[in-house]
Nanobody
Framework: QLQLVESGGGLVQPGGSLRLSCAAS????????IGWFRQAPGKEREGVSC????????MYADSVKGRFTISRDDAKNTVYLQMNSLKPEDTGVYYC???????????????????WGQGTQVTVSS
């Protein structure tokens, strides 16, 4: 049974940085593409970034491109999202999700993902 647990969220000032972690247990993530999503208050959940099972390819939403970086550490069975130059509009609950059917590709649409973590709160405010 694949389980995902996010951590690393918190309160940060605009311009600050956070690193989110998505730790997997139960099975290895070697065959899964991983996506990061976020949901702001009163908004729909949106894709932020994704990485293929091999780590060879990544994608980013235009709103975070150049500020966020996704990476994976196979030895730790963990995926990270480094977030720099944070803005108030980055505020929301951040979720990681795993997709095992087309792991060689990554997408940032919710229906493609099979497994989800519980989320971690990120608040960007002065």
């Amino acid at each position: 049974q694949l389980q995902l647990v996010e951590s690393g969220g918190g309160l940060v000032q605009p311009g600050g940085s956070l690193r989110l972690s998505c730790a997997a247990s139960g099975v290895t993530l070697d065959y899964y593409a991983i996506g990061w999503f976020r949901q702001a208050p009163g908004k729909e959940r949106e894709g932020v970034s994704c990485v293929t099972s091999s780590g060879q390819s990544t994608m980013y939403a235009d709103s975070v491109k150049g500020r966020f970086t996704i990476s994976r550490d196979d030895a730790k069975n963990t995926v990270y999202l480094q977030m720099n130059s944070l803005k108030p509009e980055d505020t929301g609950v951040y979720y990681c999700a795993a997709e095992g059917l087309i792991g060689a590709m990554c997408v940032m649409t919710k229906p493609e993902y099979d497994y989800w973590g519980q989320g971690t709160q990120v608040t960007v405010s002065s």
